[in-house]
C-alpha cells in the first residue's frame, strides 16, 4: 500500500493496549460466529457448506451433540470459549518503502508498504522467560534481526504477519505469516535431541558445536518443554485469526486473499514454509481462486512469464 494508505490504518490502530486471547481451535468458532451472527442455522446446513470442516474440530465436535435442535446459534458458540486461553499483546509496524527498486528484497508482492500485526507473549510468558533464560538485555537467544518483529523491555514476539491493503479498504492480501521464535526453539530442540543420540558417534557434527540459542542448557530445555510448548501448538492459527478479526471487525476490509505457495514464490521472490501457504488456509475454510486483488494486476503482468500465465491465490469473503 501506499504510504498515505498506511498512515491512516495506523490512526485507526493507535490506542491503549490491545490484549488477544486464544486457544486451540478458537479460529473455528470465529469462524462460524460470523456464519450465524445474524441467525441460527441448521447443523446440516452448515456441514454441507465449505465451513463443514469447522464442525469437525474437537472443540465444536464434542458440544455439538449436546444440540439436541441441531441449530447452531452465535450464544451457544459464545458458552466455548476457552476458561484459561494464552494471553498475547498486539503491536503494530510497518515493512517495506517507497524506493521501487528495493521491493523484490522486501518480499512485497508490490512497491510500498505493507501493514504488520506482531503478536507479542504477554507478561506471563515474560516472567518465566527471564527466570529460565535470564537473557542479556540487548541479546535473545530466539530473535532474528532484520525481521519485523520485538524484543526489548517487555515486548518479544512470537508471530507476525504482513499485509497489503488495497487504496479504498476493501480487499487485503495476507503477504506472510512466520515465527522466527518458534522457528529457532524448534532448531534448538532438534539439537538437544541428537545430543542425547550421540551413544554411536552418527550424529557427532551436531555435539562436537555449543548450543546455537541457549547460554544455560538445563533451563533452556525446561523453557522449551514446559513454557514454550504450547504456544508453539497454536501459533500459526491464532496469528492468522488475529489478523482476520483486525482486517474484517476493525478495518471493514470485504475480502482477504492469502497467498498460494506457487504464486507468493514467484511474486515475493522467496520460499517459505509450504504448509503455511497450503495446509493453514485450507483449515481456515479459505477457497481457491484465479482471480487476484485488483491491486496486483500490474505486477501479475509482469511476472507472467514465471507463472507461466497462470496465478492463484485463496480468498475469503
Not at 535470564?134 to 526489548?152: D, E, I, L, T, W
Not at 555449543?210 to 533451563?219: A, G
Amino acid at each position: 500500500m501506499d504510504r498515505s494508505s498506511l498512515d491512516l490504518v495506523s490512526d485507526v490502530l493507535a490506542g491503549p493496549r490491545r490484549m488477544f486471547y486464544y486457544a486451540k481451535d478458537e479460529y473455528a468458532r470465529y469462524l462460524l460466529e460470523r456464519q450465524v451472527a445474524a441467525k441460527p442455522l441448521k447443523l446440516q446446513t452448515l456441514q454441507q457448506s465449505s465451513w463443514g470442516r469447522l464442525l469437525e474440530r474437537p472443540l465444536i465436535k464434542q458440544e455439538r451433540g449436546q444440540w439436541g435442535d441441531g441449530l447452531l446459534s452465535y450464544e451457544r458458540l459464545q458458552t466455548l470459549r476457552a476458561t484459561q486461553p494464552l494471553q498475547f499483546r498486539l503491536t503494530f509496524d510497518e515493512w517495506g518503502s517507497s524506493n521501487r527498486h528495493s521491493y523484490n528484497w522486501d518480499q512485497v508482492s508490490r512497491p510500498g508498504y505493507n501493514l504488520v500485526v506482531q503478536l507479542n507473549f504477554a507478561g506471563d510468558h515474560n516472567e518465566q522467560y527471564f527466570k529460565l533464560m535470564n537473557p542479556q538485555v540487548y541479546r535473545h537467544p530466539f530473535k532474528y534481526g532484520g525481521h519485523p518483529s520485538r524484543a526489548y523491555k517487555q515486548d518479544f514476539t512470537l508471530a507476525w504477519a504482513r499485509i497489503d491493503i488495497s487504496e479504498d479498504f476493501s480487499e487485503a492480501l495476507i503477504e506472510e505469516l512466520q515465527s522466527d521464535w518458534w522457528r529457532a526453539a524448534k532448531a534448538e530442540v532438534i539439537e538437544r535431541h541428537h545430543r542425547k543420540r550421540d551413544a554411536n558417534g552418527q550424529w557427532k557434527e551436531w555435539t562436537t558445536k555449543s548450543s546455537r540459542h541457549c547460554l544455560e542448557v538445563e533451563e533452556c530445555e525446561r523453557y522449551l518443554s514446559e513454557v514454550l510448548q504450547s504456544y508453539g501448538e497454536v501459533w500459526d492459527e491464532a496469528m492468522l485469526t488475529a489478523t482476520l478479526q483486525l482486517l474484517w471487525d476493525e478495518i471493514g476490509v470485504e475480502r482477504i486473499f492469502y497467498h498460494t505457495y506457487e504464486t507468493g514464490c514467484v511474486l515475493k521472490n522467496c520460499k517459505p514454509p509450504r504448509s503455511l501457504y497450503t495446509k493453514l488456509p485450507k483449515r481456515f475454510c479459505f477457497k481457491k481462486t484465479e482471480q487476484a486483488p485488483t491491486f496486483l494486476t500490474g505486477e501479475l503482468k509482469r511476472w507472467n512469464r514465471k507463472l507461466k500465465g497462470k496465478s492463484a491465490f485463496w480468498v475469503m469473503g
